[in-house]
């Protein structure tokens, strides 16, 4: 089993900060790539980031230069950094992992339930 479990989402101002942690627990024997997605009301949901385990990153558009995504690959962790914080950022926050399972032979793609972000201006 494998279980991914995002925080540090809340209520900050417009212009703060936030840092979103997601963890990946379970019988897991490697992480190809994790990421970070969002979707905000009435929208579809996003890519927001990405980074491979060789620490490639790949960011939206809308948030280049403003957020930044980092991991921990002995932790199992991924990060993401959100500066200069905008109302249109708020969102609930979702964490994804293409994980290659203990015994298995192929990755599969794996969610976490998400974190609420919410901007206020």
């Known amino acids: 089993q494998v279980q991914l479990v995002e925080s540090g989402g809340g209520l900050v101002q417009a212009g703060g900060s936030l840092r979103l942690s997601c963890v990946a627990s379970?019988?897991?024997?490697?992480?190809?790539?994790m990421g970070w997605y969002r979707q905000a009301p009435g929208k579809q949901r996003e890519l927001v980031a990405t980074?491979?385990?060789?620490?490639?990153?790949n960011y939206a558009d809308s948030v280049k230069g403003r957020f930044t995504i980092s991991g921990d690959n002995a932790k199992n962790t991924v990060y993401l950094q959100m500066d200069s914080l905008k109302p249109e950022d708020t969102a609930v926050y979702y964490c994804?992992?293409?994980?290659?399972?203990?015994?298995?032979?192929?990755?599969?793609?794996?969610w976490g339930q998400g974190t609420q972000v919410t901007v206020s201006s």
């Open positions: 379970g019988t897991i024997l490697n992480i190809n790539a």
């Open positions: 994804n992992a293409d994980i290659l399972r203990r015994y298995l032979s192929s990755y599969s793609l794996y």
């Open positions: 980074i491979t385990s060789g620490g490639s990153t």
